[in-house]
């Protein structure tokens, strides 16, 4: 039997047993987290604009966060347990919060640039989505679930309004540079595709109506996690290396053929 360290109130570290599907699921996330922060830095070893490797850098920086958030939650100290109003003892995945609260503004901050977009748009799209996972994150840990419900209101309100701002603002930034915009908008239709099945996942699953089973629920973040973290960083670091490596080959080759020419 696999077991996970749950914080009892009072009561110190305690072992409690947990189902081997959400662990072995969390280890081998882990793992490919790992791989995939790895597999970024390879990919990006050739980029030598300074735009080539700000983003190789910032997008195997979230896969090694995740890496290192899906550990402590395998081995235990990420997760706690809390009695909830009328239904008993439930688990609390919080370093999955204190991942997504780092990883996600990052992955906005990597889409951002690669839009070109001005502080205050970058600015604001940050501060919307810590608020949105500290409000998720508060909802987890409410006791009474009405107020889970609220604070779930609250979070996806959040995310609506970075949306918004995506297929808004960002969007029209990003169009003013057609070289820029295909890709662009290819990487905000994945983290947007990817993002909308989160506030449904925490809804349905056991931190709202607990139609999804814990195990069950983690295979799924899982899944969701790996494609925006390390499926969104191969994708991003390839279009920045079309755009940068790729233009400045092109103008190498103009450049030796006026020289030619001359």
């Not at 609390?92 to 690669?114: C, E, G, H, Q």
């Not at 919307?128 to 889970?148: H, S």
Request: no cysteine; charged share 15%; aromatic share 10%.
């Amino acid at each position: 039997m696999f077991e996970t360290i749950l914080l009892q109130g009072g009561g110190g570290f305690e072992a409690t047993p947990v189902g081997a599907l959400t662990n072995v699921t969390l280890w081998v996330t882990a793992v490919l987290m790992g791989l995939g922060a790895a597999g970024i830095i390879y990919q990006g070893r050739g980029l030598t604009s300074e735009e080539g490797i700000e983003h190789t850098v910032i997008s195997a920086l979230i896969p090694a966060i995740a890496m290192a958030m899906y550990l402590g939650m395998a081995t235990g100290i990420g997760i706690v347990s809390i009695e909830i109003a009328g239904q008993g003892t439930q688990e609390v995945f919080w370093m999955r919060y204190t991942d997504w609260i780092v990883t996600t503004p990052l992955l906005l901050l990597d889409l951002a640039l690669l839009a070109k977009a001005d502080r205050t748009t970058i600015g604001s799209l940050l501060g919307l989505d810590v608020f949105m996972i500290a409000a998720g994150l508060i909802g987890a840990f409410e006791t009474l679930p009405v107020y889970r419900y609220l604070w779930w209101v609250v979070s996806t309100g959040a995310f609506l309004a970075i949306l918004w701002l995506l297929l808004g603002p960002l969007s029209d930034i990003a169009s003013q540079d057609d070289g820029r915009a295909d890709s662009f908008s290819t990487l905000r239709n994945l983290l947007i595709g990817l993002w909308v099945v989160y506030p449904v996942v925490w809804l349905l699953g056991v931190e709202g109506f607990g139609l999804i089973p814990v195990g069950i629920e983690t295979v799924i973040y899982a899944l969701l996690d790996l494609s925006a973290k390390v499926g969104f960083g191969f994708l991003m670091v390839s279009a920045v290396s079309d755009l940068t490596e790729g233009g400045q080959a092109t103008q190498d080759r103009a450049g030796a053929t006026a020289t030619s020419d001359d």
